[in-house]
């Protein structure tokens, strides 16, 4: 008759394992097993982590900070300060061409570029891990495309360097006999947190993430919930302290509530209708960029080639609509308050143009991410339609924004985690249903890019 043996768990798997392997690593948590701590051990562990995650988002909270602000004085720099000297109409045209130019032989030269959002979170939950090449290489390819005027967002090459940093200490500490991959987990709460400003951001992102958990730790979700909430508001508060002490402020601006009549609403149905259509050119153009970047080729001319040709097409565009370069965090507050004196036309090309031109850079080497230039699109489209039907501004900017960016990124827990930061309370159910519906409309197979 054959006897049946326990199941075991993972942790004593990794016990049983180190016992018959007497040079296997010892970590902390195999030494004390939770099962033998007692209610007060689990608590001091618990109240370990969640600490430990608060610190871990406080410093990325600052480094954020950091990083970002010198983005943004470097930006200054060229455009305000150079641009401004010069004043010629033609200076987007020359800068864009020349930053496609040094973007093109850096990347040539160094091989490195930045990784999207998406390919971090799934490159670290995929192998545990996230590495950059050295410290300085990585933050001049993320500075790079954003100072010459690219309409990239920061998320991107914030949270690959962040990442990277936090994976590193992880691989510090487990050297000790530290076993803490929660550490780098966390980080991308905390960083998306930071960058936004918003520490519901990375507690949405936790609250999504369907991913198994790695490097042997065994976090269960309700865990992982709470140190993602914990590196968030961690993160917020490093910002918020940063900005305090040193008198800088930033983030998304903070739009006005809604006051619209019963017959302003009527104009939610254009508004939708307009989102997903530029949902639809937002992947079709991913997707055409992405074929027509393939053509081109990765030897050294098509490395160098396709940041030159995305440098002299943004530059053309932004000649006559200079609102299609940049971020969009601070040309949206820009926008707020002078889009009275732009005509329906211009509002409505530039946010248009800015739905192309952000799958223009990111295919063609200019890299990062696409959160903050879809916001503006769907901000410039909304003001667009108010300017031309004379509806509330603020109701149809809140619903195309909200539609526009749910159909890009297709997470309704994230959009709304970060439009909440930008619109008032009473938009909410607008706000809501907008993203739902921009979510679940289908898209085109044959326009969704690889």
């Known amino acids: 008759m054959a006897v049946q043996r326990p199941k075991l768990g993972r942790r004593s798997k990794r016990h049983a394992k ?11 948590g195999d030494v004390i097993p939770r099962d033998g701590m007692g ?21 990325i909270g600052f480094a954020v900070f950091l990083v970002m602000n010198l983005s943004t004085w470097l930006t200054n720099l060229l455009w305000t300060g150079l641009g401004g000297r010069i004043g010629v109409w033609w200076f987007p045209l020359v800068t864009c061409t020349i930053g496609g130019a040094v973007i093109g032989v850096w990347t040539h030269l160094t091989h490195d570029r930045v990784h999207s959002l998406k390919e971090v979170m799934v490159e670290f939950k995929q192998t545990g891990s996230y590495k950059v090449r050295g410290v300085v290489r990585p933050v001049v390819s993320f500075l790079l495309p ?38 780098a987990d966390v980080s991308i709460a905390a960083c998306l947190s930071a960058i936004f400003r918003a520490p519901l951001v990375g507690i949405a992102a936790g609250a999504e993430d369907t991913s198994v958990d790695v490097d042997g730790y065994d976090m269960r979700r309700g865990a992982k919930a709470v140190l993602y909430s914990a590196a968030a508001f961690g993160a917020f508060a490093g910002i918020r302290v940063c900005s305090v002490v040193f008198g800088v402020s930033g983030g998304l601006p903070r739009f006005e509530e809604i006051t619209a009549s019963a017959t302003d609403f009527i104009w939610a149905v254009p ?9 639809l050119l937002f992947h079709g153009s991913k997707r055409l960029f992405a074929l027509a970047a393939r053509r081109v080729g990765d030897n050294a ?9 995305c440098g002299m097409v943004l530059g053309a565009i932004a000649c006559a609509l200079p609102f299609v370069l940049f971020p969009g965090e601070a040309q949206s507050e820009e926008l707020m308050e002078s889009w009275t004196t732009m005509s329906a036309l211009v509002l409505l090309l530039t946010g248009v143009l ?18 903050f230039p879809s916001i503006f699109a769907g901000v410039s489209a909304g003001y667009g339609l108010a300017a031309l039907t004379g509806a509330d501004p603020m109701l149809l900017v809140t619903v195309t924004t ?15 985690a970060i439009l909440f930061l930008c619109f008032p309370a009473d ?22 890019s690889e």
Request: proline share 4%; charged share 10%; hydrophobic share 55%.
């Open 18 to 28: 180190q016992q018959a392997d007497p040079k296997a690593r010892t970590y902390v």
């Open 39 to 59: 209610a007060s051990g689990k608590a001091t562990m618990t109240l370990g982590f969640v600490l430990l995650s608060l610190a871990v988002g406080f410093v």
């Open 402 to 416: 909200a539609a526009f960016l749910a159909g890009v990124v297709r997470k309704p827990l994230i959009v709304l």
């Open 271 to 279: 508004c939708l209708a307009l989102a997903y259509c530029m949902a």
């Open 301 to 309: 001319v098509g490395t160098i080639a396709k940041p030159i040709i």
């Open 146 to 183: 954003l100072v010459f005027g690219g309409s990239i967002g920061f998320e991107a090459g914030l949270t690959g360097l962040i990442v990277a940093g936090c994976c590193w200490i992880r691989d510090q500490l487990k050297r000790a006999g530290l076993r803490v991959a929660s550490i």
């Open 354 to 371: 800015k739905v192309v031109a952000t799958p223009l850079c990111l295919s063609m080497g200019w890299m990062g991410g696409d959160l």
């Open 427 to 448: 938009g909410i159910v607008w706000m809501g249903l907008a993203t739902l519906i921009g979510a679940t409309l289908p898209l085109p197979r044959a326009l969704i």
